[in-house]
Structure formats: structure tokens, C-alpha cells
């Protein structure tokens, strides 16, 4: 997959000249910037990207440029990759289970920051991490909702728990802090105030006080035509509660969202195969490839078809099964997509908001997930 050195006003202009056979991804770097600094604007401490969600270098590199400085990692790779792009970086390491190699890669590699959520991993890091300088970061756990999909089944400590870690933390000579993650495509703002007010009650019991609140990521994208997320207001709750939970003791904010930073700057063009006796619909695109994560967390419907000469289909929209490209049956697209009614064999679909998530699960089982990126414009069709 490589990078088009061609910028295109828009991806209508790439289909009309090309009419790719394979799936293509459409960058806006103007949106993945304009994310960022809505983020640095509005969140109330330090913005951090996730960067499983996307790791395209032209993704980080964007980021870096809008003034992101620090990135949440998880891998020996994802740590190298940073380290390589954006050098002078600030490195969350918040994978809480890690080998005794990836934590002396990470050693190795100056990072200074981890996250924890059990005694015997708290252990190895206190074993091998110099605590000079280096900040471990609890994570924990609630029972709250409001996300698509619950991150906590597995990572993060009970309440009790991370009482416990945070004191040995402090004991042990690192820098305490707490984090959590309140699940992703998270629209509900009532989870970050849960989880803040139990930060507060843990810092209470364990009598700690700590340097710094990582609120995680979860913060939505655009998935839902009728629902633009209002991340303003989440960054408000966020603030605001810290504020009552902590008072003077306020620790420094820091969040690390993935999909909210990357999530919109991407759409996905995925060509339609074939049309089944005029019924079922057969893309070159599903579950093994980009659409990985749709039976999961739910369809993204913001949706337009294109025909190959570049004119959006109209028609009114009517639900069709739709399947993806290999042979397996269970890649299917859950539920029925709602489709205009005078689709065609050979036109584009066209998904909005799909840049999280997505290039980083494709595979390429079968034969297919050969993908193609075009830098464009605007996303406009
Ligand atoms: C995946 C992940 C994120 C990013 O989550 P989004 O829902 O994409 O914002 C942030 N922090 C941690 C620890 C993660 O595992």
C-alpha cells in the first residue's frame, strides 16, 4: 500500500479517473489536523494518540505537525515507529501485560511512563524499570456504560485493587498515577464522571496523591449521519468534575483517543462486485478487511454510492444484505445496509469516517485486502 504523491481535490475525481478494482482509502489531512487541534483546544490537559488505532505514518506525521506530542503505545513496533517519526516524543506505554523483553525494549527506549492493573506485572516493572523519573499509571475498572464496546472485560483493576497497586506504586519509588478507559465510541459523558469521581475515591484510600488522571480515549467520531458527537461537551464534564472530585489536589489531565483523532480523516471506497440476482449485494471490501470492526461495534451509515463515472446514486434508499469479498460466511455485514435503490454492478461505496480501526485489521485472507491510500482535499463527494 502505498501513498498517492498525487493529491486529489476530492475521492469522486480519483473514482472518475481510475475506477479501482480494489479498495481504496481516502486521507484528508486537513481533517486528522483539524481534529487535533480541536482536541489540544477543548481538552482541559494533554492530548495523547492511541496509536493502535491508526498507525499510518502519514497519520502520525499529521498529528505531530497539528502539535500532538505524546502517544500511547502498546508494542515494541508501535514504540520504534514513534520513536522514529516523532523522536522527541513523549511514550505512554499503557499495554498493561508485558514480556520481560518488550519491558526492557521499552527501558532501551527511554520510555518513562506505564500502565499497570495487576500485582504481578506491577512487580516485573518495579523489577526492571529504573523508578527515577518514571511514572506508573493504575488502571482500573467500573461496571459503567455508554460505550459500543466494553474495554473493561479485559483490562483495568477493581476499585479495591487499584488501591492496593497505587500505594506500592508510590512505595516502590515511581511516580503514581491512575487511568482508565471507559470504553471506545464512547458518546456517553457520564462515563468519564463515574470513572473520575472513583479516580478521586481511590486516591482517597490509598492515601496517595497523584501526578497525573489519564481519562483514556473512547472519545467518539462521526459514524452516525444524524449524530455529529459533541466532544466540547465531553471535555467539559471531564474538566468540571475533576475540578468537584479533586479540588486543589487536582492531578494533571491527559487523554489518548484513537478513533477521534483518526477516525474522520479517512474514507473507505469499496467497490461493488456484484449484485446477485439483483438482490444480495457483494463488495470488495468486508469483516477480514476494513469493515473488521462493524460486527463488533455497529455499521458506520454514513454512506453514499458513487457510479464509476463519478455521479452519486440518488435513489431512495432501500435495506440490502451485503457480504464481503471472501468465502467465508460469516463476512457478512451485520444487519441490512441501507443502499439507494438504483445501485449498479461496479459502483462505489463510499464510507465515511472509517479511518479507525480499519487499515490496521485488514488482512489479506483469500486473495483480497489489497488497499490502495489517496491523499485528498476533502472528503466531499
Ligand atoms: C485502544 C486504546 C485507546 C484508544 O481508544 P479509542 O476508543 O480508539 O479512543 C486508548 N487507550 C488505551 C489504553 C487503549 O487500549
Known amino acids: ?5 498525487t493529491i486529489w481535490n476530492n475521492p469522486t475525481e480519483f473514482i472518475r479517473l481510475h475506477q479501482p478494482e480494489n479498495p481504496v482509502l481516502f486521507f484528508a489531512p486537513t481533517v486528522a489536523q483539524a481534529a487535533a487541534r480541536r482536541f489540544i483546544t477543548g481538552f482541559p490537559g494533554l492530548v495523547t494518540y492511541a496509536v493502535k488505532s491508526n498507525p499510518g505514518e502519514e497519520m502520525i506525521s499529521n ?8 502517544f500511547d503505545c502498546a508494542s515494541p513496533f508501535e514504540i520504534d515507529l514513534i520513536r522514529r517519526l516523532v523522536p522527541e516524543a513523549a511514550i505512554h506505554y499503557h499495554n498493561p501485560v508485558r514480556s520481560l523483553a518488550e519491558i526492557a525494549h521499552a527501558v532501551s527506549h527511554e520510555v518513562k511512563s506505564y500502565s499497570v492493573d495487576s500485582a504481578s506485572e506491577l512487580a516485573k516493572l518495579i523489577a526492571h524499570v529504573p523508578a527515577e523519573g518514571c511514572e506508573i499509571s493504575v488502571r482500573f475498572k467500573l461496571p459503567v456504560g455508554g460505550a459500543a464496546y466494553n474495554f473493561g472485560a479485559k ?15 508510590a512505595e516502590a519509588g515511581f511516580t503514581p498515577s491512575l487511568t482508565f478507559h471507559p470504553g ?20 482517597a484510600e490509598a492515601g496517595v496523591r497523584i501526578s497525573r488522571l489519564n481519562v483514556g480515549g473512547g472519545f467518539p467520531n462521526h459514524r452516525l449521519e444524524a449524530v455529529v458527537p459533541e466532544l466540547e461537551s465531553i471535555f467539559d ?5 475533576a475540578d468537584e472530585a479533586f ?25 461493488i462486485k456484484a449484485i446477485r440476482d439483483g438482490e444480495h449485494v457483494f463488495l470488495n471490501d468486508g469483516i477480514y478487511g476494513m469493515l473488521n470492526e462493524m460486527p463488533q461495534i455497529g455499521m458506520i451509515d454514513r454512506l453514499q454510492v458513487l457510479s464509476p463515472a ?21 463476512d457478512r455485514l451485520p444487519g441490512e445496509i441501507l443502499m439507494p435503490a438504483d445501485i449498479e454492478e461496479g459502483d462505489y461505496v463510499a464510507w465515511h469516517g472509517m479511518g ?8 489479506r485472507f483469500n486473495g483480497f485486502g489489497e488497499l490502495q491510500m489517496a491523499t485528498v482535499l476533502t472528503q466531499k463527494l
Open 237 to 241: 464534564v471531564i474538566g468540571r468534575t
Open 356 to 363: 479507525s480501526y480499519s487499515v490496521v485489521t485488514n488482512s
Open 155 to 169: 483490562f483495568g483493576a477493581t476499585a479495591e485493587l487499584a488501591v492496593e497497586l497505587l500505594k506500592t506504586v
Open 1 to 5: 500500500m502505498g501513498l498517492s504523491r
Open 63 to 70: 498529528l505531530a505537525t497539528a502539535g500532538i506530542t505524546g
Open 184 to 203: 471506545t465510541q464512547c458518546t456517553d459523558p457520564a462515563a468519564w464522571e463515574t470513572y473520575i469521581r472513583k479516580a478521586a475515591w481511590i486516591v
Open 247 to 271: 479540588g486543589a489536589d487536582k492531578p494533571v489531565l491527559v487523554c489518548e483517543p484513537g478513533r477521534a483523532l483518526c477516525g474522520d480523516a479517512f474514507t473507505l471506497m469499496a467497490r
Open 310 to 330: 463519478g455521479e452519486l446514486r440518488h435513489g431512495e434508499v432501500q435495506p440490502r444484505i451485503a457480504f464481503g469479498p471472501t468465502c467465508d460466511s460469516v
